[in-house]
T-cell receptor, first 114, second 113 residues
Framework: AQSVTQPDIHITVSEGASLELRCNYS??????LFWYVQSPGQGLQLLLK??????LVQGIKGFEAEFKRSQSSFNLRKPSVHWSDAAEYFC????????????FGAGTTVTVRA | DAGITQSPRHKVTETGTPVTLRCHQT?????MYWYRQDPGHGLRLIHY???????DKGEVSDGYSVSRSKTEDFLLTLESATSSQTSVYFC????????????FGPGTRLTVL
């Protein structure tokens, strides 16, 4: 069975500070990994994805994530947070072995203080 | 923009009434999905479709049914709505070539009183 754990329910960060959101996954084969962002009242927007190759992937809005197979992790980072980054962030895992279905973590809410 | 619309965007209904939510896409993608989003649970898959009249259950399918008579439309029906089905419902599609990558619609907020 596939699953995702996001250990942090809520993170508060100061504007301009760095941000790291944790994601741990369980998947029996080669995983495809995603980070989505959801602003209040909005749908989900894809931030970045990992399919294969370079384990450090770059996404939109200055975000990056690093795939670590040995730790079953796919943590999201941003060097300097902007007030507009306040949102909820979801990590997801899926792949061919499960008919391309995605499993999502419970999400991490990010609050940005001035 | 993946060309996904959902209707209605908001609905309030009473326990025991039937409710149908519609997802419409303009890109003729084969795979479509219905999720529900609840605090503390993230998104959970209700049903999905891999073609016209081809559907399958997700992890939280009890109390829901789906239909897909045309490529562009995927309907989610609550036969007899219950308060536990109060949620935000999202439709998603997968793009050809990268079937695991999904794009989401704007969501429908459903309240069952």
């Amino acid at each position: 069975a596939q699953s995702v754990t996001q250990p942090d329910i809520h993170i508060t960060v100061s504007e301009g500070a760095s941000l790291e959101l944790r994601c741990n996954y369980s998947y029996g084969a080669t995983p495809y990994l995603f980070w989505y962002v959801q602003s209040p009242g909005q749908g989900l927007q894809l931030l970045l994805k990992y399919f294969s190759g370079d384990t450090l992937v770059q996404g939109i809005k200055g975000f990056e994530a690093e795939f670590k197979r040995s730790q079953s992790s796919f943590n999201l980072r941003k060097p300097s947070v902007h007030w507009s980054d306040a949102a909820e962030y979801f990590c997801a895992v899926g792949g061919r072995s499960n008919d391309y279905k995605l499993s999502f973590g419970a999400g991490t809410t990010v609050t940005v203080r001035a | 923009d993946a060309g996904i619309t959902q209707s209605p965007r908001h609905k309030v209904t009473e326990t025991g009434t039937p409710v149908t939510l519609r997802c419409h896409q303009t890109e003729n993608h084969r795979y479509m999905y219905w999720y529900r989003q609840d605090p503390g649970h993230g998104l959970r898959l209700i049903h999905y479709s891999y073609g016209v009249k081809d559907t399958d259950k997700g992890e939280v399918s009890d109390g829901y049914s789906v239909s897909r008579s045309k490529t562009e439309d995927f309907l989610l029906t609550l036969e007899s709505a219950t308060s536990s089905q109060t949620s935000v419902y999202f439709c998603a599609i997968s793009t050809p070539g990268q079937l695991v990558e999904q794009f989401f619609g704007p969501g429908t907020r459903l309240t069952v009183l």
